[in-house]
């Protein structure tokens, strides 16, 4: 199971009130899949023979092998339907790239789009120059301006080879980037493909950052924007709430919400299913702060970015409230939270989806499409228990990591029994009431 972690705790309640009708997203794209893996392949070939002509002997020879084993990887994704293909999505970035372009001549001409089904309000960009836009960041920021500013940062990346970069020190064993010499030494067993994981993470924003690169993307980002009209604000706004998704306090699930949910006409609620597990060889006070949030990092060291960011900018210094956003943003942020639980369906993170969807519920909204999911998740979470198999898809306890929130959740999912779970799953996916 992908390490998804405590994501989506902490959306806020809009008022979403519109079925599975909406369509936003065209499934049917079996040519449009094998003409992105063609095209990918293509263009990842050409940059290795690029990149072998430009760095020769071991440096050539490892960026190579990276970037195939990327390429391999890239295409199982491609084929395990991660990205929606023509959507409105696209659409919607595709003219927010044009906008940037404005006074932007250093931006390049071979920029390609792809949404991923991921609720991480993230962005990265391809050796290719292919932008990798999550749909989280859809659901998650104010406005397309805010859109726009994650795009711009990654344009910074782009421009200034930032991943190549970190490719040629890891390779020359660099002392650059000492913090992933030093993991990937560590680990005896295996070691090519941990090193290529830990890159891969990296790419995908999930591992640690640099901060003097994004430090460097923050600033050519903020010119891009700024040379393009925007409104310079929105720049420090995006950083902000990307900021906030990692540090506000989460919504807590209450045990009303569990009775409430779980006391069905067939199977009354148990007050022992929410007894937790003994952790009492924990120094809780220690890990007191982490407990209080659900903390994600997926931004790493925000507030110390935008402190550079202003003090390099002072004209950002007088912040000013998020622009209104516009008709069509409002109604691809409302899809996009409609999708969260199909995305964490689609990754197979069935314990997360069920936490996230009694969320939805706790907060009364549209009860009977949330209802649906939660039949839904509890099935294949049936499945994994009758099968031995149920930590693949539903997280451990991990005190030092998790939310009290998230551990009583965990408590209570690992204290149900098979047939409980089934009668759950039944209840939910045969009535609804
Ligand atoms: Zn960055």
Partial sequence: MMKKLISFLFLYCFAVSFGQILKPIDTADYPQRKELIRAFNFNNEVFIRKVKAQYSGKTGSDLA????????????????????LRSDYDVSVKSLIARLRKNNPQIPQDLKILIAKDNTPNAFCL???????NMGLFSWLDNEEQIAAVIAHELGHRIKQHTLKLLVALSENNQQDKSTVKTLKSVSENANETAFNILKNRMY??????????????????VIFKNADFKKTEFINALKRLQDFDT?????????????????????????????????LYNYNFYKEKLSKDSL???PEMAKRLEKLKKIFPELNP?????????????????ARMEILPNYYHSEDFGLGIYVSLQFLQDGEDEKYYKTWLGKYFAKIYEARKNYNLNRYLDRIEPKEQSESYQQFLNFM?????????????????KES
């Fill in 65 to 84: 092998k990276f970037y195939k084993e990327f390429g391999t990887d890239f295409e199982k994704q491609i084929s395990n339907k991660d990205f929606i």
């Fill in 127 to 133: 050796l290719d120059g292919t932008f990798v836009i």
């Fill in 205 to 222: 924003k999930k591992g640690v950052e640099k901060r003097s690169q994004e430090i460097e993307a923050d600033s050519l980002g903020y």
């Fill in 248 to 280: 506000i306090s989460p919504r807590e699930l209450k045990v009303e919400t569990y009775k409430k949910m779980f006391n069905l006409p067939q199977q009354a609620f148990k007050d022992k299913w929410l007894k937790k597990e003994d952790f009492s």
């Fill in 297 to 299: 990092a997926s931004h």
């Fill in 319 to 335: 912040g000013t409230e998020s622009l209104k956003p516009s008709e069509s943003y409002l109604s691809l942020r409302k899809a």
């Fill in 414 to 430: 690992w204290n149900l029994s098979l047939e409980e779970i089934k009668n759950i799953s039944d209840f939910y996916q045969n």
